[in-house]
């Protein structure tokens, strides 16, 4: 790779030096700053000085960042080192994530998982089904969502590193967003541009719905980031939800379809009412499924279908379906004495949809008590349209308890006044009783302390409730 060319690629401009850095060019590694070694390609959104003297002293082949600032550029320039300053680092991510592939993974099958629900679960079920299957996978979904942004290098580095330590893949999962964005500006074309960048198979579309309120301000806007989507899985087999009617406005040229109810059409894999049919053979009871609500059972159906289409054999589809247990906090039982559910719920659709099915395990004249952390410093619209599905999902069985969970949360999540009294609004304008707490402790404190053996505790959404778990340990 010349330096020039990758500049011309991601739309960068070159200062400091018209060459790599590093007497020996470029490793072939994207990377962090800090992981850095001799030779290797570092993306930052921003550097200042500082980093350009690291840079320097790490001896890498040069450094590509969006927003120059604190003298970076006239640091670079005095150390003579090679600085591309891009105006979207979205488009150098894409292209190390593309470069990667094509130079150390050439031979992998690869598959993209996008929608606005059920991503996580999707990509690590197709996940295990392979690796159970006996082939070398890798996937981006973790349980904390740590990898599956793809705003930073982290998903090249993972790919370089598990094929150095560990040989060729067969296959790569990986969960794209549907929305991103930096400091609240839309990456537009993201999922597009980064399906497009791993060269799919197989791409799977789970929902479109709303959610990152702020980067996108109507559903129109998310299906807008999606609609290309097809376009960059290409010739590659599509699955697409058929029963979400904005996924079945998209225009896929190898449509593969599921459904919560019969099809009768080539390519659909469905659920009907007691069993997952395919090519009109029953390939799973109900009884053989890890989960048996409907948002898991799509999920299950998304993942069967992208195996279907990857060419794996059906007795590997269903061994892996049969034996595979959930990421954490997607519909997790944490207890059975009274049954305590925790699951990331974090926007409208997920939120509606985990009280309504959980509701349908809650035993005759018991209680449900939902637990509910608030979102933190994610703008008031994403807060008002949660509690709106709040209430759309409200009974009179549910008892309400709601956490801003100051305890437990950093800076950057810190639930803000506005977001907390949006909630109360809407709560008290629709008469509907709850009790709110400053500490998730105390919240969940008092929530087992209230609840009956054979009522049901849910715990729902995001950063505020992800130490649930650790602190429940503790209070049982």
Known sequence: ??????????????????????????????????????????????????GIEMAFNKNIACLITQTPKDGAIEMAEKLNFPLIITDKVELANAYALSHTIRKYSPNSTNVVITGTNGKSTTSHLIYHILNNAGYHVLTNTDSESEFNTLIDPMVSKLIYDEIVANGDLDFLVIEVSEVQGWLGKLMENHAALMSDAVNPKVGVITNIAMDHIGLVNSIEDVFNEINEVPNAIGDGICILNHDDDLV????????????????????VVFFNEDSIVYNGQKIFAIDDLPFKSSHFIQNILSAVGACISLGIDMDDIVNGVKSYKALDRRFSKLNDEPLIYDDFAHNPDGIRSTILETLKFLPPNQKMHVACAIRGSRGVEINKLNVEA???????????????????????????????????????????????????????????????????????????????????????
């Open 390 to 476: 709040l209430v759309d999902a409200m009974t009179d069985d549910i008892e309400l308890s709601l956490s801003s969970s100051k305890d437990v949360v950093n800076d950057l999540n810190h639930v803000e006044d506005e977001e907390r009294e949006v909630f109360f609004d809407i709560l008290n304008m629709n008469g509907i009783e709850y009790v709110h707490y400053d500490n998730l402790r105390d919240c969940l404190t008092d929530v087992y302390k209230k609840a009956d053996k054979k009522d049901i505790i849910l715990l729902i959404g995001a950063q505020g409730m992800d130490p649930a778990e650790s602190i429940l340990r503790d209070i049982i």
């Open 1 to 50: 790779m010349e330096i020039q060319d990758l500049a011309k690629r991601i739309n960068g401009k070159l200062v400091g030096n018209d060459d790599f850095f590093s007497i020996d060019g470029f490793t072939g590694k994207f990377t962090f700053l800090n992981d850095a070694h001799t030779g290797d390609i570092v993306i930052r959104h921003w550097i200042n000085s500082r």
């Open 248 to 267: 079945m406005k998209l225009n896929a040229k190898n449509p593969f379809y599921t459904s919560m109810s019969e099809l009768n059409e080539d390519n």
